[in-house]
């Protein structure tokens, strides 16, 4: 066993001085601990900026039917094509290590938020079971006990069920979206316990017209959910 680890670690070594691992969106040499992305590539990410106007455009988009009570995100999706691709590699690469990342920087940014942080648990948005062993695992959920680990808050990735198959919310308008999605999920009844009366943070990976989450956030009080909030770690606005 020793010897075949030796083996593999010293093959890794030759592959990484052969072909040395390049940052996916800069294209440079990563150096021992970085992976995928380079941290030049991850501190210069657009950042949502806490001001009024992103503020406001955030509160009216995500926050007017009252399903989701604050939301907070760190990088702004449409803007950057580098935060696409650390989504897209998130998704379809098996980078569980970005959703680590993810996590953390969601965790820093909410941490002082006296109603993000002041969760009683984290949840994230479910993929169906189907979807999720096609892909081995559920991004929003990895991100999710990430900022669980962070924040030392407790998670809780089955308290929301997809209980329909739904085809992609890109194929949608918002309108649509919003039908494609509805009655999506539910709350199985030994889980309510830990809904009823509680104030969740609902996590998911990228926010777009936010059909998707506020549908999640709605089932949530409905089911006895005092406050909902919402945080990824990336949005469109
Ligand atoms: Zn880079």
């Known amino acids: 066993m020793r010897i075949a680890e030796g083996f593999i670690n010293i093959a890794e070594a030759f592959v990484n001085f052969v072909y040395p691992p390049v940052c996916s969106t800069c294209t440079r040499n990563l150096i021992r601990g970085e992976a995928y992305i380079c941290a030049?590539?991850?501190?210069?990410?657009?950042?949502?900026?806490?001001?009024?106007?992103?503020?406001?455009?955030?509160?009216?988009?995500?926050?007017?039917?009252?399903?989701?009570?604050?939301?907070?995100?760190?990088?702004?999706?449409?803007?950057?094509?580098?935060?696409?691709?650390?989504?897209?590699?998130?998704?379809?690469?098996?980078?569980?290590?970005?959703?680590?990342?993810?996590?953390?920087?969601?965790?820093?940014?909410?941490?002082?938020?006296?109603?993000?942080?002041?969760?009683?648990?984290?949840?994230?948005?479910?993929?169906?079971?189907?979807?999720?062993?096609?892909?081995?695992?559920?991004?929003?959920?990895?991100?999710?006990?990430?900022?669980?680990?962070?924040?030392?808050?407790?998670f809780e990735p089955n308290i929301l069920r997809r209980v329909r198959q739904t085809q992609t919310q890109t194929l949608f308008d918002a309108e649509g979206r919003k039908r494609n999605i509805s009655g999506a999920f539910d709350v199985e009844e030994r889980f309510l316990p830990e809904v009823r009366g509680r104030k969740i943070l609902l996590i998911d990976d990228v926010i777009t017209t936010g059909a998707t989450i506020r549908e999640c956030a709605r089932v949530l009080k409905d089911n006895g959910a005092v406050e909902v909030y919402a945080a990824s770690a990336a949005i469109t606005i």
């Not at 935060?83 to 959703?99: D, Q, S």
């Not at 009683?120 to 169906?128: R, T």
């Open 40 to 154: 030049k590539c991850w501190n210069g990410f657009e950042r949502v900026a806490p001001t009024e106007t992103i503020i406001q455009t955030i509160e009216e988009k995500f926050l007017a039917d009252e399903a989701i009570d604050k939301i907070d995100s760190v990088f702004l999706f449409e803007q950057d094509p580098r935060v696409r691709t650390a989504v897209h590699l998130l998704k379809y690469n098996g980078a569980e290590v970005i959703a680590e990342k993810f996590g953390i920087y969601i965790a820093r940014k909410i941490v002082d938020d006296e109603k993000l942080s002041m969760c009683n648990a984290i949840a994230s948005v479910p993929l169906h079971d189907a979807r999720k062993r096609e892909r081995g695992y559920n991004q929003s959920e990895l991100i999710g006990r990430s900022i669980s680990k962070e924040l030392q808050i407790k």
